[in-house]
């Protein structure tokens, strides 16, 4: 009797949503409605796909795009530069790219701009760039990069061949060095990570093969694991950085992983929420345990702060998670933060209780 009970919900969860989901984190049977079409038809094929390895391209000759003339060479561009063999090139945004470099018609081309910069610069595309869109690397997380997903999807580069590069586990000063954190062995034997770069895409293999030289860990990945990493990633930058900038006092995001755990876990489990009904991402199992490991182990000297540019890279898609919202408008009403910024608030929202 129960397999059959069992059997007939599984058949009303396909019918009713087209998708069905188990919660592995509880006994029950849970079923979500996968809100974005893109995200499942991109499994599909991913399934279709065949492939179960990375085919990984040797780090060679690349072009770095950088901010406009007049401005400062960007800090990543530079990093990214210091890291090759010095046959790379730097192009001020605008700039055509040559036909080749070195002996390779093909070279990775990495997109350094800053976010508020990337959707002009992707609508106006040199002419020599029109023919190169494959061989663009796009950046993201940490305050400066944030989450492009939006972006890229509103200009249509955000496919499972674009090459995407999460650049959070290394600092740039005094000098280039590897920041991830290790968090033990896994029950297989294997050293498990936190806070380790992630590529996917095409030139996958050329960043990865270029950090490891520099000792910065990296992993190429497909596109779907890459996902959830930047998205892990976006919500640790996000809820580390909301909960401690709300504060009186100064405070660093060490100082919310050691003595605001109650909050972050509040925040985050919502954002996990969100993104399984909207986006159809499971955060990997784990995510808690590593970001409090990333903020213990980086945070002393980053102090927390709300940024009004970065406000739609970092905060845009967590606005439905109602005490992510809370924190926000508490975060004007109160602490008269983000004065430039304008987002919709959810109706009935409370005061937050902060600890």
Do not use: H
């Amino acid at each position: 009797m129960a397999s059959c009970l069992l059997s007939l919900v599984f058949l009303l969860a396909i019918s009713a949503n087209g998708s069905f989901a188990f919660n592995l984190d509880s006994t029950k049977l849970g079923m979500a409605t996968w809100s974005d079409a893109r995200a499942v038809m991109e499994y599909q094929e991913f399934l279709a796909s065949g492939k179960s390895e990375i085919e990984k391209r040797k780090d060679g000759p690349c072009a770095i795009v950088t901010t406009e003339e007049g401005e400062t060479e960007s800090e990543m561009a530079k990093a990214i530069f210091d890291m090759g063999m010095g046959d790379d090139i730097i192009l001020i945004s605008g700039q055509e790219a040559p036909p080749g470099l070195g002996n390779q018609a093909e070279y990775p081309i990495y997109i350094t701009l800053p976010p508020t910069k990337l959707r002009d610069f992707l609508n106006d595309l040199p002419s020599s760039f029109k023919d190169r869109r494959d061989d663009f690397v796009f950046i993201s997380g940490g305050l400066k990069y944030g989450n492009i997903e939006k972006v890229l999807k509103d200009t249509g580069y955000c496919r499972d061949a674009m090459t995407q590069f999460l650049a959070t586990g290394f600092k740039t000063k005094p000098i280039i060095q590897d920041i991830s954190t290790t968090l033990g062995s896994a029950e297989n034997g294997e050293e498990k990570f936190a806070g380790e770069c992630a590529a996917c895409g095409k030139w996958a293999g050329a960043i990865e093969a270029r950090l490891e030289r520099n000792a910065i860990r990296c992993k190429a990945v497909f596109y779907r694991e890459w996902r959830r990493m930047m998205w892990e990633r976006n919500a640790y930058d996000a809820v580390f950085n909301l909960v401690g900038a709300v504060r009186v006092e100064p405070t660093t995001l060490l100082d919310v992983a050691l003595y605001y755990d109650k909050e972050v876990s509040d925040m985050v489990w919502g954002i996990s929420t969100e993104l399984r009904g909207r986006k159809a991402i499971t955060l990997t199992y784990g995510f808690e345990e590593r970001m409090f490991a990333i903020g213990e182990t980086t945070g002393s000297d980053k102090p927390c702060k709300l940024d009004d540019e970065m406000f739609p890279f970092m905060y845009e898609e967590f606005l439905g998670v109602p005490v992510i919202n809370e924190y926000l408008s508490y975060s004007q009403d109160e602490r008269w933060l983000l004065p430039n910024t304008t987002f919709l608030r959810q109706s009935g929202g409370g005061k937050p209780i902060l600890i």
